[in-house]
């Protein structure tokens, strides 16, 4: 077993760092450096604004967005045209919508996507929510917005029976080409959808 090299306050830092994602070990003992060699700069209003998330910062209750708020900004904002919804599977996938403005409109986090092999069912997201959300009346467009994976797919689908007889209009995210991208540099599930998907001129 190799002899630690670093106090175990700074190990801990490490450890905790590294199940982050995106950092493995050594990117996080890099990242516990750069904390600790500038404590007055980043590790103190760090620790400050993680001290302060902890307390303030909650799930909102309508959509599952995460806000210092609930009902997050999203839900209150009355600019939002609340009729339409658009499920996600992640808090991140949200996030990037509303970077891209894509659509004025309200949203859903489902917490996941269905996943039999990982032990996740439709009791483990937040489809029954979303259900009881359309039952009390007022959206008319769901956007499924989910990953072209098998599982997001899965869910896509799991969703829509269950809207079986709801007067609810339901669309997905068109699948194909990407903005700037080149033919050749796509792979043929991408070319495939984006023929299937094909518009008129």
Avoid: F
Wanted: with cysteine; net charge negative; hydrophobic share 45%.
């Amino acid at each position: 077993m190799a002899k630690s090299i670093a106090g175990p306050e700074i190990e801990r830092l490490i450890q905790l760092l590294a199940k982050l994602p995106g950092l493995g070990p050594r990117s996080a003992r890099r990242a516990a450096l750069h904390l600790v060699k500038r404590r007055e700069q980043l590790l103190a209003p760090l620790t400050a604004a993680m001290g302060e998330a902890l307390e303030k910062v909650a799930i909102c209750s309508v959509c599952g967005n995460i806000d210092s708020r609930d009902p997050c900004t999203i839900c209150c904002d009355p600019a939002r045209d609340q009729s339409t919804v658009v499920v996600v599977e992640d808090v991140s996938d949200l996030w990037a919508l509303e970077r891209a403005k894509a659509l004025n409109a309200a949203y859903h986090v489902l917490g996941g996507v269905l996943s039999p092999l990982e032990g996740i069912g439709p009791e483990d997201l937040t489809i029954r929510q979303l259900i009881d959300r359309i039952h009390r009346g007022g959206v008319r467009e769901l956007v499924l917005a989910v990953n072209a994976t098998v599982e997001g797919q899965t869910t896509a689908h799991y969703i829509m029976d269950q809207l079986d007889g709801l007067d609810v209009k339901v669309t997905r995210l068109a699948h194909g080409v990407p903005v700037g991208g080149e033919l050749d540099y796509l792979d043929e599930g991408t070319l495939a959808a984006a023929m299937r998907s094909r518009t008129a001129l």
